[in-house]
């Protein structure tokens, strides 16, 4: 272990909601300690999103610290260890130390223990396995804090042996370079992603839904994702992901990151290879529509659209899709160039907001048609003129349009 160091106490580790979880859980004596991703960024001085804790207290035991101090638990994993706290509407997950008893990969039978150091030895990657007391000691048993500020991604012990106890560190090693990782990667790591990455289908969707999303969330993926793809690690999993051109050209362009767009830059293959991806990776509908329209998009927006083609295509798309469908329309563009004319299209893609043809189907009821295919006939046609209009046209105009068609 290297020489125990100090974390300066930050204003998450002395809240009152922290403080009042610390306390109940060490009432009976056992001191907690912050774990995880909490430790690894408040480490680097990056934001601290979610607080989770570690006790070598079993989880009954856990439960009853935090119900006599009027604390709401929630049994989130309890089978795990993992216990829920809620204070102040902030959660904090707490788990009791933990030893793997046999994995197969995607899940492992543990037992508890109240060794540090044996709960640490099952972590993923050395800065994942660090520890925090609450006076800020830090307690670093595999080099983690030095691996974190060199940039670099190293597994606990033997790469090859973790990822077999878990495949879905292989991914997590990628998405952990793409957010800490600098320079080149851990080769030992490396190595054993290549020879293991035929293990990925065996993951259930939900799981690489995670990981990839996460990956692509990073301020620039590009790099890991050409180590990915060198690897065979994209080809084992999502093979429909082979535009990495493109998403590298929107990286470039588009104001902020957002995973479902960068995942439909990568795709090749239109709706169909989308919707396959979809499913792969279990997206919400919602998720799995949004990556189906941005991989084939109804309308083709471009700097050449006259005024008039643009309003009309615009308005054929939903307020969410506009700003999309320009900036990957320019990532796919060739030859690059014309940024100018490029922005100037996605500022008025923002900018316009859908307008809806003023008459419906039961006007035409209303002035005597049949319910049947010429209502649709004849709104198609009144929607196609009032567009070739300017989307215009008034309530009133449409109805003597309407009239006149009839």
């Not at 004596?29 to 690894?40: D, N, Q, S, Y």
């Not at 994993?77 to 788990?95: K, L, M, N, S, W």
């Not at 972590?123 to 830090?138: E, I, K, V």
């Not at 563009?333 to 004319?341: D, T, V, W």
């Amino acid at each position: 272990m290297t020489k125990p160091q100090r974390l300066k106490r930050q204003p998450w580790m002395t809240a009152m909601a922290t403080r009042a979880v610390l306390s109940a859980l060490g009432a009976g004596g056992a001191e907690p300690r912050f774990v995880g991703g909490c430790v690894r960024d408040a480490a680097i001085g990056r934001k601290v999103k979610d607080i989770d804790l570690g006790t070598p207290e079993p989880p009954a035991t856990v439960m009853r610290r935090l119900k006599d101090a009027g604390i709401h638990a929630v049994a989130t994993g309890i089978e795990h260890g993992t216990i829920t706290a809620v204070v102040e509407h902030r959660p904090f997950e707490i788990t009791t130390l933990r030893r793997d008893v046999s994995t197969d990969g995607r899940r492992a039978v543990v037992a508890f223990t109240r060794d540090w150091r044996e709960d640490a030895a099952r972590r993923d990657f050395t800065f994942n396995a660090m520890s925090c007391a609450p006076d800020g000691t830090l307690f670093d048993y595999f080099g983690g804090l030095d691996d974190l500020k060199r940039g670099r991604v190293r597994f606990v012990g033997d790469a090859e042996a973790r990822i077999r106890e878990d495949v879905l560190r292989l991914l997590r090693f990628f998405r952990f370079n793409a957010h800490y990782g600098r320079g080149a990667p851990d080769a030992d790591g490396l190595a054993a992603c290549r020879k293991l990455a035929p293990l990925l289908p065996t993951l259930s969707g939900e799981r690489l839904r995670q990981e990839t999303l996460r990956l692509l969330e990073a301020r620039d993926p590009m790099p890991v994702l050409a180590l990915m793809q060198e690897a065979g690690v994209i080809a084992a999993y999502l093979a429909e992901a082979e535009r990495l051109d493109r998403l590298k050209a929107l990286v470039a362009v588009e104001p902020r990151a957002d995973a479902i767009r960068r995942l439909a830059a990568l795709i090749d293959g239109g709706r169909a290879a989308a919707l396959a991806v979809g499913e792969r990776l279990r997206l919400s509908n919602d998720a799995r529509d949004r990556l189906a329209l941005l991989a084939e998009p109804p309308v083709k927006l471009e700097p050449a659209l006259t005024g008039m083609e643009r309003r009309r295509a615009f308005n054929r798309l939903d307020d969410a899709a506009r700003g999309d469908l320009v900036l990957l329309a320019w990532a796919g563009a060739a030859p690059k160039g014309a940024a100018a004319a490029w922005k100037k299209l996605l500022k008025e893609a923002s900018a316009w907001k859908k307008r809806e043809l003023p008459v419906k189907g039961r006007d035409a009821l209303k002035l005597g048609v049949k319910p049947g295919p010429r209502v649709g006939e004849l709104i198609a046609a009144l929607e196609a003129w009032w567009e070739e209009g300017g989307l215009k046209a008034s309530r009133a105009a449409c109805l003597r349009e309407l009239k006149r068609r009839i």
